[in-house]
């Protein structure tokens, strides 16, 4: 007898209770269309005399039509609502499908359909948008570049798990119909002809209504599902359990911090970092070196990292690095740029453009937030710090660098970064100037004194 075996049949019988609700929605839906098209067509065979025969055939061509376009409509929505990844398959990470599979024989639940790696912090199973009753399990790939490998198999332990009731067709059939209504409600979507808007305003209504009926019973269908697979996963790797969601949410941070902070400059200018996932790994042992935990997790990162489950990471790095600004830049895919030579193509050029975009020297943009430090201050401080740091460089005194935690940087000829962000925020929240004067002039950038109001110097 499997450990958790009492809990998980238990939960599995209510999560196939909650998904026979939810296709009772999906059914009564259906029914209610099929319905309104008959009643319709019935009305105007009345309304223009028509034969009953013919009413007959038409209702049932009406009848036919909307059953064809209902799965047409499900099949479309499920491949736009994947989320966007690619296959790994048995040939480009052997030992990670090796892994998967041993887990799946202890825990004696089907095999995933297949394994794909996407730019996010999560790992899930989904349907396979090409074939409905296949699972593929979805792996974020911070998590495969910062987890060690036993750290990996025990985060997987319970999503592998709920491979058995994803292999319910009333549960595959209900997580299809609600992905369905997302896909239907979510005014995101790609604006339709303008002929058309009228219809796909009704039926955004129509799927609105629907997931309120459903949507409290697929909830309690995903906790019940969650619930019987952690109960089955319960003897597998128990004592790295805690130790693997601590790293989880440790990738979260680094993998938040490496997005808005370096990526997401480089995507403004039409760059993008090729190799993110290394930069997750470079961010996350600099925070935990900063939060003085060095010796603890320096004994973890002698372990083997779960990238070495890949042929090659190398490239899998690049092509992660290629989706994620496919997914989250606005515009075209970037042109890639190493992280050497990071600084000299997007941190420097990014800001030179917003010094120019202010358009005033040193002293001139500390007078501007003089007269008004309440107008627009954080933006004027952006800009504030792009005027000073690109004087700073003009001295050949200072250099732009990567900080993997704060982002674009000043280093001075040793290396040594400075904290202008602190230098900027007392000129601009308080007021006070003088510490970013005094260090202006120390590398050689000369400043005015600033006036008073009443004409004398401070």
């Known amino acids: 007898m499997r450990v958790g075996e009492s809990a998980e049949p238990l939960a599995l019988a209510e999560a196939r209770a909650r998904a026979r609700a939810v296709l009772w929605v999906r059914n009564g839906a259906l029914l209610a269309v099929l319905t309104a098209a008959g009643l319709l067509l019935y009305g105007a065979s009345r309304t223009y005399g ?8 038409a209702a049932l061509a009406v ?4 059953v064809l376009a209902w799965v047409a409509l499900d099949l479309t929505l499920v491949r736009r609502t994947g989320v966007p990844a690619i296959t790994l398959g048995p040939r ?3 030992e990670l499908h090796t892994m998967v599979r041993e887990l799946a024989e202890e825990l004696r639940v089907p095999m995933p359909d297949g394994i794909r790696l996407c730019p996010e912090c999560d790992s899930w199973l989904e349907p396979d948008p090409r074939r409905s009753r296949r699972t593929v399990l979805v792996i974020g790939a911070p998590f495969l570049w910062w987890l060690r490998v036993g750290e990996l198999r025990a985060l ?4 592998v798990a709920g491979t058995e009731a994803s292999a319910e067709p009333a549960v595959a059939g209900a997580r299809r119909w609600v992905r369905r209504l997302d896909a239907v409600a979510d005014v995101r979507r790609s604006p339709a002809p303008r002929l058309l808007r009228p219809a796909r305003r009704l039926s955004r209504a129509f799927a609105r209504q629907l997931l309120g009926l459903c949507q409290g019973h697929a909830e309690l269908m995903e ?3 969650a619930v019987g697979a952690a109960a ?3 003897p597998l790797e128990p004592e790295l359990r805690a130790t693997a969601h601590e790293q989880v949410g440790l990738a979260y941070a680094g993998w938040d911090r490496l997005l808005t902070r370096l990526a997401a400059p480089a995507w403004t200018i039409g760059r993008r970092p090729d190799a993110l996932m290394a930069g997750v790994v470079s961010a996350l042992t600099e925070l935990s070196r900063r939060d003085r935990l060095a010796d603890a997790f320096g004994a973890r990162l002698a372990e083997r990292p779960a990238s070495d489950l890949l042929t090659d990471p190398i490239a899998v790095d690049g092509e992660i690095s290629r989706l994620a600004a496919g997914i989250f830049a606005d515009g075209p895919t970037p042109d890639p740029v190493r992280w050497a030579d990071y600084p000299q193509a997007v941190i420097e050029p990014v800001w030179r ?3 120019e975009a202010f358009a005033a020297p040193v002293d001139d943009a500390l007078a501007v937030l003089r007269r008004d430090p309440d107008e627009g201050r954080r933006k004027a401080a952006d800009h504030l710090f792009a005027v000073v740091a690109c004087a700073a ?3 050949g005194r200072m250099r732009p660098a990567v900080d993997w935690l704060d982002g674009p940087v000043l280093v001075d000829g040793a290396g040594r970064a400075v904290d202008l962000a602190t230098l900027i925020t007392r000129a601009v929240d308080e007021g006070n100037d003088a510490p970013l004067r005094t260090w202006l002039a120390r590398i050689g950038v000369p400043t005015r004194e600033p006036v008073h109001p009443g004409g004398s110097a401070a």
Do not use: F, N, Y
Not at 50 to 57: C, E, V, W
Not at 63 to 66: I, K, P, S, T
């Open 50 to 57: 028509a034969s009953a025969p013919g009413t007959l055939l």
């Open 63 to 66: 009848a036919l039509v909307a």
């Open 92 to 94: 480009e990470a052997p």
């Open 156 to 159: 997987l332990a319970p999503v």
């Open 223 to 225: 906790r019940e599902i």
């Open 232 to 234: 089955l996963a319960i």
């Open 353 to 355: 453009a917003r010094a």
């Open 393 to 395: 460089l003009d001295t």
